[in-house]
């Protein structure tokens, strides 16, 4: 039994402490945003130049230039602030934000993300993933653990473009939690009903 | 004050050729130059350079010059959600260069701010970095040049006859600074207020920056994806 999505959102959003700045990749990290507490003190930021995102706007309050990242219509709470991208990276690249959420299509256990393509195959671009995983203080990866062939993520070296070279700090799939222990994911936590030899490779993997 | 004020998108584009390069703001959809992307898909021009953050989404805004192949090379951060692009790259019938969007913004920014080159980590150990020059500082950094173009098209909110400017919430993004780097800017407004009809501690942008300014129409301000609370 893996987790579903929305369980994985919350081991994600158990990680970050009240208080933080967190940005939200495009994908399985806007769950996060779905599960979070009707009072909350997170600042949610969003790279199209918005701090202080809120939650699904009524009606009323929907406009075409209130936007995430993802393209969706957002609110704001009071205290959020606009601004343009240059700014908007300055606060990631300046280190300023302190975890960011993304989507992986591997990670590697010299802690590199690969996830904006397959070449000949598929093509998103990296749009903001290369800046966000050098610039925010903590770098999450949340991802299912196995591709549809049943092939695990977590890998000894990416083999797809890298997104980031040694950069991840945390990875939560539907299998479990992981951090890195001198080049090896270091399981953290485990999914009810998954073993260590679920996980890919068994020599890379420690508890 | 120097009166920038044009009729319409059609005599403010009066001098794009083929072969320019032009900025396009906006992300998505959100804040883009509808009016000037509809008179540059109606003008016998090709061999574009467009730098835009996604060359038009969801069939839309730029994708209209996509479509009746009038790009040469696109500059942007983001192909997901515009298939039509998407297609292009995987059938090498555009020239693309794709960069982080942090290094993208700030490269546009430097251009306008007269800094020719900087340092970031962005891209360092990836496709990005091949080539370029690596620095140590506290940490491998690599160099980037900046980027400029011979116009820049924007959407405002508001404007006066100078060019000052004022943007609506979100709709900012990547305007102001293509605006700095562009030789020809020129800004399509919701409204023309009069000269201190957008208070001076209330200017986004300068007018110092913008050479033409016109009122738009027919807006669309189209969502991409809507989503309303339930309550």
Not at chain 1, 30 to 41: A, C, F, G, R, V
Not at chain 1, 77 to 89: K, L
Request: glycine residues 10%; aromatic residues 8%.
């Amino acid at each position: 039994m893996s987790w579903s999505k929305i369980e994985m959102a919350k081991e994600a959003l158990g990680l970050i402490p009240d208080g933080a700045s967190i940005n939200l990749g495009i994908g399985l990290p806007t769950l996060i945003s779905e599960i979070l507490p009707k009072k909350h003190d997170y600042i949610i930021h969003s790279e199209n130049g918005v701090l202080g995102v809120g939650a699904r706007p009524t009606k009323e309050q929907v406009s075409p230039t209130l936007i995430n990242a993802g393209k969706e219509t957002i609110s704001v709470i009071p205290g959020a602030s606009f601004f343009d991208s240059s700014t908007s990276f300055g606060m990631i690249r300046g280190g300023h934000i302190d975890y960011c959420i993304l989507g992986g299509m591997e990670v590697d256990c010299e802690r590199s993300l690969a996830n904006w393509m397959i070449p000949g195959k598929k093509i998103t671009g990296m749009g903001g993933a290369m800046d966000l995983v050098n610039g925010a203080k903590n770098v999450i990866v949340m991802m299912t653990h196995q591709n549809k062939d049943g092939t695990t993520k977590l890998v000894k070296q990416c083999t797809l473009p890298l997104t980031g070279k040694a950069v991840v700090n945390t990875i939560v799939t539907d299998f479990g939690v992981f951090q890195f222990d001198q080049e090896k994911f270091k399981v953290l936590k485990l999914a009810a009903g998954v073993s260590l030899n679920d996980l890919g490779s068994r020599e890379l993997f420690v508890e | 004050m120097k009166n920038k004020i044009f009729k319409n998108a059609k005599e403010a584009l009066f001098d794009v050729n083929s072969g320019a390069s032009i900025m396009s703001g906006g992300f998505g959809l959100c804040g883009i130059p509808e009016n000037c992307i509809e008179q540059l898909s109606k003008m016998d021009i090709k061999d574009l350079s467009v730098i835009s953050n996604n060359i038009g989404n969801s069939g839309r805004g730029l994708v209209k010059l996509l479509k009746k192949n009038m790009i040469k090379k696109a500059y942007c951060s983001y192909v997901g959600g515009n298939p039509d692009l998407e297609e292009k790259i995987l059938s090498n019938t555009i020239d693309l260069e794709l960069i982080p969007q942090g290094t993208f913004s700030e490269r546009i920014r430097a251009h306008g701010m007269g800094i020719r080159a900087f340092y970031t980590p962005t891209g360092y150990g990836t496709l990005i970095g091949e080539g370029k020059e690596v620095k140590e500082f506290d940490r491998p950094c690599i160099l980037e040049t900046s980027l400029g173009a011979d116009f820049a098209i924007i959407k405002a909110q508001k404007a006066d006859s100078f060019g000052n400017l004022w943007f609506k919430e979100a709709a900012r993004n990547f305007s102001p600074l293509m605006a700095m780097a562009a030789t020809t800017t020129i800004v399509e407004v919701e409204e023309i207020v009069e000269l201190g009809g957008i208070k001076a501690e209330d200017v986004h942008l300068s007018g110092i920056f913008v050479q033409r300014v016109f009122q738009g129409s027919h807006y669309e301000n189209a969502i991409e994806f809507l989503k309303v609370s339930e309550e």
